[in-house]
């Protein structure tokens, strides 16, 4: 089996007759099989683009559970993509959850790199990895991707009849733990946003955020 990819060096340590440092020709990555070991080397093949000198800055959007075409929609618009490509991101990962519109994996020029997926067990990992979130307005998915201090757009779905999580959103807002948007502004916001104005969210934050829901739900505040 081979493939395309770059030069490159690894180490097989203990394994046989192999030689402990072998230099991987050029142009080719081959399976190497033993009598009771497989080795796939995998995650290695890139394009000579992929392996430049540009950092991956990935923009990882969130629907959690529930529809919201009209977010999928707008950061699968053109002028999303190219405002998002002007702030120097490389990639957009959309979660789409329930919704039934399927955005486009040609962006702009071809320059920036999109996939989605509809859901995961977990999407801590991809918020981790993100250098950007965009994100409905669920308390979950806000307060997880501000626990990991990772820049949050949080944009409310004004399609909802009783839309607590926009009140929650603005008034986290208010204190400059992310920017807050609509779909129709998502552009506007991500030309505008400065992330250096953003204020860290402190883990002490934790019991006012849970005391804003309360109130929002209409549960009682000690």
């Not at 979660?95 to 999407?123: A, C, E, H, W």
């Amino acid at each position: 089996m081979r493939r395309r990819v770059l030069g490159f060096q690894c180490m097989f340590p203990n394994l046989g007759r192999a030689s402990p440092r072998r230099r991987i020709p050029l142009g080719t990555i081959t399976i190497l099989q033993w009598p009771t070991e497989v080795i796939l080397l995998k995650n290695l093949v890139r394009t000579g683009e992929e392996m430049g000198s540009r950092e991956r800055r990935v923009v990882f959007v969130t629907v959690g559970t529930t529809c919201f075409d009209a977010l999928v929609k707008a950061v699968d618009s053109d002028e999303v993509k190219e405002a998002l490509l002007h702030k120097g991101y490389t990639d957009l990962l959309i979660q789409m959850g329930r919704g039934t519109y399927m955005p486009s994996k040609v962006s702009v020029n071809s320059t920036l790199q999109v996939d989605y997926f509809t859901f995961s067990p977990s999407i801590a990992d991809y918020i981790r990895e993100a250098s950007l979130v965009i994100s409905h307005a669920g308390s979950g998915s806000i307060l997880e991707t501000l626990r990991l201090g990772k820049p949050l757009i949080v944009v409310v779905n004004e399609d909802l009849m009783d839309n607590h999580q926009s009140e929650l959103a603005e008034e986290l807002a208010n204190r400059k733990h992310l920017f807050c948007a609509r779909p129709q502004t998502l552009q506007e916001t991500v030309e505008a946003m400065e992330l250096n104005n953003l204020l860290p969210y402190m883990p002490g934050d934790a019991k006012q955020v849970v005391t804003l829901i309360s109130k929002f739900l209409g549960f009682p505040v000690d």
